[in-house]
């Protein structure tokens, strides 16, 4: 079975500065990478996936992330945040022909400090 | 527009009742999910269903009951067996051979026993 591992689990940043939101998987085998976002009291909704191709995915609200495959990881980036972007980011892996079985990460909250 | 409707929102329940949690989809999607969220712990899976009259338990099954009577139904009973229901509960959807589309979720019902 796969392992998600969220290093962080809470990161504080301020308006406007860069943040990263590391994630790392246990399998080299092949997945799918998926980041949702969750706001207070609120369900996840998808921020962007990996499937295949470029390393580098572009997702909603100005978020990006790369997929390293030798390093098993899916960090989650944006350039400046903003507040709004205070939130639960979770990371997701799946994997093919697996009927579709999700594995979570335990979350990162991002607080952006004004 | 299609999604998941999780119902109610937030719900009280005094200690040796139970208490079912609404979620309906009309995605057309096979497989719908339960998990439990608590502070700090992630997402927990507690029922899944891959198809109609068939599920199956998750890693925090017990104290919880589920049905599947019809595709666009998983309701979820939280038993008086469950010794500590206060817990955000999330709702999800996907279709088990696409593991590429990732989950769609509901917005939650926050149970809190009283």
């Known amino acids: 079975a796969q392992s998600v591992t969220q290093l962080d689990s809470q990161v504080p940043v301020f308006e406007e500065a860069p943040v990263e939101l590391r994630c790392n998987y246990s399998?080299?085998?092949?997945?799918?990478l998926f980041w949702y976002v969750q706001y207070p009291n609120q369900g996840l909704q998808l921020l962007l996936k990996y499937l295949s191709g470029s390393t580098l995915v572009k997702g909603i609200n100005g978020f990006e992330a790369e997929f390293n495959k030798s390093q098993t990881s899916f960090h989650l980036r944006k350039p400046s945040v903003h507040i709004s972007d205070t939130a639960e980011y979770f990371c997701?892996?799946?994997?093919?022909?697996?009927?579709?079985?999700?594995?979570f990460g335990t979350g990162t909250s991002l607080t952006v400090i004004p | 527009d299609g999604g998941i409707t999780q119902s109610p929102k937030y719900l009280f329940r005094k200690e040796g009742q139970n208490v079912t949690l609404s979620c309906e989809q009309n995605l057309n999607h096979d497989a719908m999910y339960w998990y439990r969220q608590d502070p700090g712990q992630g997402l927990r899976l507690i029922y899944y269903?891959?198809?109609?009259?068939?599920?199956q338990k998750g890693d925090i099954a017990e104290g919880y009951s589920v049905s599947r009577e019809k595709k666009e139904s998983f309701p979820l009973t939280v038993t008086s067996a469950q010794k500590n229901p206060t817990a955000f509960y999330l709702c999800?959807?996907?279709?088990?051979?696409?593991?590429?589309?990732?989950?769609?979720f509901g917005s939650g019902t926050r149970l809190t026993v009283v």
């Open positions: 997701a892996v799946s994997q093919p022909n697996t009927g579709n079985q999700f594995y």
């Open positions: 269903s891959q198809i109609v009259n068939d599920f």
């Open positions: 399998s080299s085998v092949s997945v799918y």
């Open positions: 999800a959807s996907s279709m088990p051979d696409r593991a590429w589309y990732g989950y769609t």
